[in-house]
């Protein structure tokens, strides 16, 4: 089983901010098959990223994937007040796992 | 819309089964893969397993295997979990969710929950 490590646990951040989230691998991810997903209180996840750097339908382009094997990244470019949530991680290249989660809180 | 809607929860005493429903509408639900994901209060994601687009393939997470059984019936465009033998730390809310039927994808769409609280 792969296991997905992500970090940090924790960013305090301000709107406007830079958020740079990690999410490392156990053993390389097939296909870069890496996802990321925001969860907000009470809401069921929802898609941002597949395929490691394609942006999922509506989602803005202040939310970037970047990486590969191993290392994969999300980047918010300037923090928008809704996007102070928890982010996962999925790999679906070998049935699926996700990573604890990181959670992008205001400062 | 593309809609999911997960039924069935509800309390539950250990050591007891349960049955959760999934309907799916605003699609075609025999094309794509289903996937059953929980999440203990608090707590982050969890994988439980997915079925193929025509139910022939199933497979569980690892640490579930045995309890879990995965099943769909696409003339009902419904997806089901039966859990065996609960216990206190099934106790979550489970999502049903979506991914392509043909390739390996992400999960695109997700219900809102059902909650599954297992207590004496």
């Known amino acids: 089983e792969i296991v997905l490590t992500q970090s940090p646990g924790t960013l305090s951040l301000s709107p406007g901010d830079r958020a740079t989230l990690s999410c490392r691998a156990s053993q390389s991810v097939r296909s870069n098959y890496l996802a990321w997903y925001q969860q907000k209180p009470g809401q069921a996840p929802r898609l941002l990223i597949y395929d490691a750097s394609t942006r999922a339908t509506g989602i803005p382009d202040r939310f970037s994937g970047s990486g590969s094997g191993t290392d994969f990244t999300l980047t918010i470019s300037r923090l928008e007040p809704e996007d102070f949530a928890v982010y996962y991680c999925q790999q679906y290249g070998s049935l699926r796992t996700f990573g604890q989660g990181t959670k992008v809180e205001i400062e | 819309q593309v809609q999911l809607v997960e039924s069935g929860g509800g309390v539950v005493q250990p050591g007891r089964s349960l049955s959760l429903s999934c309907a799916a509408s605003?699609?075609?639900?025999?094309?794509?893969?289903m996937h059953w994901v929980r999440q203990a209060p608090g707590k982050g994601l969890e994988w439980v397993a997915v079925i193929s687009y025509e139910g022939s393939n199933k497979y569980y997470a690892e640490s579930l295997k045995g309890r879990f059984t995965i099943s769909r019936d696409n003339s009902k465009n419904t997806l089901y979990l039966q859990v065996n033998t609960l216990r206190v730390d099934d106790t979550a809310v489970y999502y049903c969710?979506?991914?392509?039927?043909?390739?390996?994808?992400?999960?695109?769409?997700w219900g809102q929950g059902t909650l599954v609280t297992v207590s004496s």
């Open positions: 969710a979506r991914s392509e039927g043909h390739r390996s994808g992400p999960c695109d769409f």
């Open positions: 605003g699609f075609t639900f025999s094309s794509y893969s």
